[in-house]
C-alpha cells in the first residue's frame, strides 16, 4: 500500500471508525485496511462529555502494539476532520488543543506506511472510558483484526500503566463455538469453549486472574516480585 496522488494516510486507532471518517471528511468512498502501530500502547485519559469517560491516545511503549487501521484521505479531507480533534489547522501540531497531529510509521499487509496520527495533548487519568466507548473501539478493530484473535483493549492510564484488560466481546469471557481452532480448549455442554481472563491493578501491584476449562490460575506481579499458582477445582 502506497499513498499516492497527495493521498494522506491516517492511522484510526479508537472510536474513529470508517463510517465515521467517511461522515466527517464528506466522502462515502473512503476505505479502510488494517495496520499496526508497533511499540506504541493505547492509553485513555481525560473526560469526554459525548463518550461519558476517557477517551484514546496512543504513547510510545516497548514490547506492545496498537492495532487498527488506515484511511487515505486528501488534504482538504484532513482539514475537515482536525475541528472534531480540537485541531487548529493552521498550527497542527501545537499542544494547545486537544489533539494533535504527529507522523508515525505503521505497518500494513505489504510493508510499512507513513500516517498522520491525532495524540492526546493532556494524558490526565479522570476515570475510566465508558462501556460504550470501549465497544465502540473494538468494533472498529474487530473489522479488520477480530480472524487473527489479536482484538483486545487494555485500559492504561495516560503514563502506560494498566488498569484493565477486556476481550473482544467487552467482558471477562471469551466464548467460541468449538471449532479446529479451538479444539484443544475445553468445551461446555453447549459446545462452547470458554475462557475466562479477569485483571486488575492498583499502583505497582497486578493480579491477573484466570479459567481454562476447569483449571483456574492466579499470577500476581508487582514490588519487584512475581508470585503464580494454578490448580484444578
Known sequence: MKAE????????????????????????????????????????????????????????????????????????????????EGVDSRDPTSKRGVYRREQVEVEVDDGTLPCIVYIKNQLHWQGPPSDGYLRACKKNIEQYWSEDGNVAVTVRRGDGTIVSESDRLGAAEDIQRGSSSSSNMPENSQGYAVNVRAIFAYGTLRADFSKDGDRWGVCIIGGGCKWAHGETK
Open 5 to 84: 496522488n497527495g493521498a494522506i494516510a491516517v492511522f484510526c486507532y479508537g472510536s474513529n471508525g470508517i463510517q465515521q471518517m467517511r461522515e466527517r471528511c464528506e466522502n462515502e468512498k473512503l476505505i479502510a485496511n488494517r495496520a499496526h502501530l508497533p511499540e506504541y500502547a493505547r492509553v485513555f485519559a481525560g473526560n469526554s462529555s459525548r463518550w461519558k469517560g476517557a477517551v484514546s491516545s496512543i504513547i510510545p511503549l516497548a514490547g506492545t502494539t496498537v492495532f487498527g487501521s488506515v484511511v487515505m484521505v486528501n488534504e482538504e479531507e484532513l482539514e475537515k476532520l482536525d475541528p472534531y
